[in-house]
């Protein structure tokens, strides 16, 4: 194994033992070609005016609350916009939806509801893939509650009766603030969903949230690699997940994810005293495939992208 290959300390829990042609959404064609055959067929540069929404040909914004006592209310609209500067800014803020339920935090009885005191924003890429390269430049937010997450989700939504069978999600990127230095990168799939996800993490010299840094995950029909700032720091082969965890289930059509959660399971409420608002950075959002990669996807996306919920594993705990 060469030097490069920095691993971290594993945190792995397994329940059984516990991409498209080109795309109208790339850059110009002089620019498409990355090396050693890839082809960029999705990307966002996040280029233009300031207070900008993000570009509804490439984003859809999800609307409403989420389960797992998540806190924030996504708005479409105010909480992700461009900052002039090259940059996408999703903003966590502290400020209460009329009418909006979010689910209690830990501490509260478990038969009330409260209205939800904060808005963040989620995107969703409408271009789905198979296979490729996903590359993300990201300044994740800071702060005791929060949780930056970049990732992949199936693009197919779940049959009647399969909801099991269709778990899939691949976190290229979670941060969650009260741990300043990691970063997460969990594969879920049937059998491994939820807080029994493949899951590895990185430290960081600084805080994440102090420096822009590039995480990707290389996605191939028998591997997952997972990498910060060129450095593979978890790999899956298709083998040692069905030995050990359960089905393959990443020959699908997947999309692209960014977001920014208060509270929850894994996140944990904020202090009452944590100022707002929070924001998370992302410079770019690029995806590139080889030649034998570029087939169309036979999907129909729904307007809503559900994916597994990471909720805390056993020795998942702060620093």
């Known amino acids: 194994m060469s030097a490069r290959w920095q691993w971290a300390t594993l945190a792995v829990v397994c329940a059984a033992g516990a991409l498209a042609p080109q795309s109208t959404t790339a850059r110009a064609a002089g620019e498409t070609l990355r090396s050693a ?33 998540q806190l924030q209310y996504y708005k479409d609209g105010g909480n992700a916009y461009l900052d002039g500067r090259g940059h996408l800014v999703i903003e966590a803020r502290r400020e209460p939806t009329p009418g909006a339920h979010c689910p209690d935090p830990p501490m509260a009885p478990t038969d009330e509801r409260l209205p939800c005191r904060y808005t963040s924003a989620r995107l969703t890429g409408f271009e789905p893939f198979t296979y490729g390269r996903v590359e993300g430049r990201i300044r994740a937010a800071t702060g005791y509650g929060l949780l930056s997450a970049f990732w992949l989700a199936a693009a197919t939504e779940p049959g009647p009766g399969e909801p099991e069978a269709r778990c899939t999600e691949l976190d290229v990127m979670e941060h969650i603030g009260r741990q300043p230095r990691r970063i997460y990168g969990t594969v879920h799939g049937p059998g491994y969903c939820g807080a029994a996800g493949v899951s590895m993490y990185q430290r960081l010299a600084r805080p994440a949230s102090a420096d822009f840094h590039t995480y990707s995950l290389k996605w191939t029909p028998e591997l997952l690699e997972f990498s910060v700032d060129g450095v593979i720091y978890h790999v899956l082969s298709r ?3 069905e030995r050990r965890c359960g089905p393959w289930a990443f020959d699908q059509p997947h999309v692209v994810v960014v977001n920014l959660i208060v509270g929850g399971l894994w996140g944990r409420p904020p202090f009452a005293s944590a100022r707002f608002p929070r924001r998370m950075f992302v410079d770019y959002v690029r995806v590139y495939q080889g030649p034998q990669e570029l087939r169309p996807p036979e999907v129909r996306r729904p307007a809503s992208i559900g994916g597994c919920l990471l909720i805390p594993a056993a020795d998942r705990r702060a620093s």
């Open 37 to 69: 055959g890839e082809w960029l067929i999705f990307n966002d540069e996040f280029d233009g005016p300031r207070g900008a929404p993000p570009d509804p040909r490439r984003w859809t914004t999800e609307v409403g609350p989420r389960g797992r006592e």
């Open 239 to 241: 083998p040692e997940v």
